[in-house]
């Protein structure tokens, strides 16, 4: 499995001042490749290489390889955008959004990450530097640090590109790790995952992650965001921009936390973790109003990431069944109705009367779908006659 591991660099002002001069460079050459790209209808890497390489190298000051990586970057930035378009991601082809996306080329910012190969940048873990391409001239020994599981990440199984990052004046490089992941134990049983708004997990053992600690801290966020969109002012922007990273990286760490939690019961016991497909839910759902903004910006996903990602680097087997139903079926005689959840927190089952939280109940009706969708799965198949 593919691993992505953060360093930071510890450049001195020297060295800070080559690799934003260096990154900056790139950008701007990034751009220019960019807009004869879109300009010319040639969005594929060797067209563009034999278009604008000399150019480009010639222009900006790049050397050969740094040069083919900012190409390669601004071909992979439009295979990005197709892929969106494809997926519905900016809305229909009438939308204002997806016209000015597919109507104006790809921009880049200034500061925006650049990708090294192993030809620009070279690791030495052992005394915890790289050596680095910059418009400068190569520069070696610059040091980096980390956390200590990272760095034996790093250390053992690294490979590929590693992508240069400025964030508020911090260096940091994020590289690619090749793990190898163990093979998948078969499970005596499964947790079923319930995911949510007001409670963001809960498994079939009865285990609860409740959501109201996020959704105050996120109701908080979003008066603050309404202050500071009032001011209309750069300063307000900035600190907007600031915000909405620091909620992002506080609900990742929620989702790691809990995943985290599932997994390592799940891997003590002999488990496997099945959760719900939740993919269209915006299409199957509606909404009032208010609850709009909650459910596109809650964390669902992320958190079934976290879970997925970790089950496998752990050895557990992990299931995404169908979601359909699972609030409303009663786990003990099979009844499916609507009337069977008369509020949001309870279930209670019209015909054989079985009761209890309903988000249990949810997680339950996951645990068994993932039991019958396993023993398909691991089904002999016949030998033909």
Not at 50 to 55: H, I, V
Not at 318 to 346: I, M, W
């Amino acid at each position: 499995m593919k691993l992505v591991v953060r360093v930071k660099l510890l450049p001195s002002p020297e060295q800070a001042a080559a690799l934003e001069t260096t990154m900056r460079a790139c950008n701007r050459a990034a751009d220019y490749v960019s807009t004869v790209a879109f300009e010319r209808g040639v969005k594929d890497r060797n067209g563009l290489q034999r278009l604008l390489y000399g150019d480009v190298k010639a222009t900006f000051g790049l050397s050969a390889q740094p040069t083919v990586r900012v190409i390669k970057k601004v071909v992979d930035a439009y295979g990005t955008l197709a892929a969106q378009a494809r997926a519905g991601l900016l809305g229909n082809t009438t939308s204002r959004r997806y016209r000015k996306a597919m109507g104006t080329p790809v921009a880049f910012r200034p500061e925006a990450a650049q990708p090294f190969d192993d030809r620009c940048l070279s690791w030495q873990t052992d005394t915890r530097t790289v050596s680095i391409w910059t418009v400068d001239g190569r520069m070696r020994g610059v040091r980096y640090t980390g956390a200590a599981d990272q760095l034996k990440l790093l250390a053992e199984y690294r490979k590929g590109e590693s992508d240069l990052v400025q964030r508020a004046g911090k260096w940091f490089l994020f590289a690619t790790c090749e793990v190898p992941e163990p093979e998948a134990s078969e499970p005596v049983d499964f947790i079923g995952v319930d995911r949510g708004i007001v409670n963001l997990a809960t498994t079939s053992d009865g285990m609860n992650y409740q959501g109201r600690g996020l959704a105050r801290y996120r109701n908080w966020c979003a008066r603050k965001r309404a202050e500071l969109q009032k001011r209309q002012t750069r300063s307000a922007t900035r600190r907007l921009a600031h915000r909405a990273k620091k909620e992002h990286r506080h609900a990742t760490h929620v989702n790691h936390k809990i995943s985290k939690e599932i997994v390592s019961v799940a891997q003590r016991t002999g488990r496997g973790i099945a959760v719900e497909k939740l993919g269209g839910i915006s299409e199957r759902v509606r909404l009032r109003r208010d609850q709009r903004g909650t459910l596109s910006s809650w964390p669902f996903h992320q958190l079934g990431q976290h879970l997925a990602y970790k089950a496998g680097k752990a050895g557990v087997a992990f299931l995404e069944v169908d979601a359909a139903y699972t609030s409303q079926r009663c786990p003990g005689c099979g009844h499916t109705a609507k009337a069977n959840r008369p509020t949001r927190d309870r279930f209670c089952c019209r015909r054989c009367g079985l009761a209890g939280p309903a988000d249990v109940v949810a997680g339950v009706n996951v645990r068994d779908r993932a039991r019958s969708a396993w023993a398909f799965v691991t089904m002999p198949v016949p030998a033909p006659a």
